[in-house]
């Protein structure tokens, strides 16, 4: 109990605060508050002796007198509350005024109606409602600890990383092992979790790892742009703990020690060979895990989830989130993008533009400053290497690209059985059929210039010194004949003036002369 009269006693004295601390056992606090309250109110050294203890604590601190009037919240009522979404101690303090205004009784100011809640749960020990709320956090990471698979040739041992995620409210868990910590495995453990679950929560907690954040400071975090569309697409939002604050997600921090010993302790000595038996043995000890009865108070984990906070959770989108990676790539002149030794078109407009991939199992997705361009279905292995749309090219390759392998064996066959074997021999020398368009197109256009009988003749002769000629033998060969013709031509025009008659001007002129 405050010695209210030795304070004042002692400083009438002129002795510092300090020192009238030390004296009487008080803390400087105490002795200041006290001065101050004495100053305010007017009292002074001495005190008479008719007024007692009580009396003189009720001068120098009237609210205290004012309190014993006011109505005590009813604290039980407030901390079930509290656990319910969205409801605040300052959403309670304000129900609370209002029902004192009704019932015309002072309430406590805001403040002190938070000192006396964090009193009540101090008390009973009822802490966890205060940091939590159902179905609002998940917290998440990776086990200190791996878990071991059997090599089943030579009996070696596997280690495989452990994905750790808990509901903090409920103490609900979920542990899955992984091939590797990369960030396909991160995202797919995360699905499985929701699933697991049967709902998602509003903000997701993870540590700052290189999975899932690009990079964190104390000022700010960049969320990885797999990791954080995953996210919107279950409709939560990514928030990582503070750099160096593992109480940020200490509910993770803390089942990551006990799992550790519950479940990875425990099938320590049973071999695995795969990861589907591994999962279903740790399967099996969450489930005992989560079932298991607290030692405090009543109930499971399972049962706080199954009764106060499954029901708030946000419900899963109609499809799973499909995992995906991200590229980035300069769109070439030929306006296609690579993914993986495979080609894809993009509009002509966006050459030697960098642009955004979303690679997937079934798609690429290409997207220029946010907005998607273009999409196609993932080529396989049995597929060709080249994925055009029609509408992504300029009109002139449009018209080219409209032709395909029967029109060019059509027009081949219309000059000839020797055109129509080149032509086919062209379009099987190539792996992807298309890239051999351009040099059908460029040998049947000859006939334009030479005559569908020279082209004939010249794919003739190609074929008479190879089953696979080739554009520029034909070409050549056509350019010979032309010259061996021209040759040809000239030496008929020689030996024809070689037997012609010749007469000099002279001759012309004597005949002239003769007949005058």
Known sequence: MT??????????????????????????NTVARVLQAATKNGVKWPIPEAISDAELEGILFPSVELERDRRIPNFDHIHKELAKSGVTLMLLWHEYCETCRLNQVLPFQYNHFCRLYKAYAHQTKATMRIQHKPAEKLEVDWAGQPAYLTNNLNGSLIKVPVFVAVLPYSGYAYVEALPNMKMQSWIQAHVNCYEYMGGVTKILVPDNLKTGVDRVSHKESVINKTYNEMANHYGTVVIPARVRRPKDKASAEGTVGIITTWIL?????????????????????????????????DGCRESVFLEEEQKHLLPLPNEA?????????????????????????????YIHHKVDIRISTRMIEIFYR???????????????????????????HQEYYRWD??????????????????????????????????????LLSIEKKHGSDKLENACQRALAYTPHPSFRIIKTILIANEQRAAEEQGNESAQSSEYAINREAGYYGRIGNEQQ
């Open 321 to 349: 989130y499909e995992v995906a990676s991200w590229a980035t790539a300069t769109v070439a002149y030929n306006y296609h993008v690579m993914v993986d030794k495979r080609y894809y078109s993009v509009p002509f407009e």
């Open 370 to 396: 946010a907005n998607r361009i273009a999409f196609h279905r993932r080529l396989d292995n049995s597929a060709g290497r080249y994925q055009t749309n029609l509408e992504h090219m300029p009109k002139d």
């Open 3 to 28: 010695n209210f009269r030795e304070i004042l006693r002692l400083s009438a004295q002129g002795i510092s605060q300090r020192s009238i601390a030390l004296s009487i056992s008080h803390s400087r």
């Open 265 to 297: 302790a425990a099938i320590r000595n049973r071999q695995f060979f795969s990861l589907r038996e591994l999962n279903n043995a740790i399967r099996e000890k969450l489930i005992e895990f989560n079932a298991k009865p607290f030692q405090v108070k």
């Open 405 to 442: 392998a029967t029109r060019f064996m059509e027009w081949a066959k219309s000059i000839g059985a020797d055109t129509e074997k080149v032509i086919k021999s062209i379009l099987a020398s190539y792996r992807v059929e298309q890239q051999a368009y351009r040099t059908c197109m460029a």
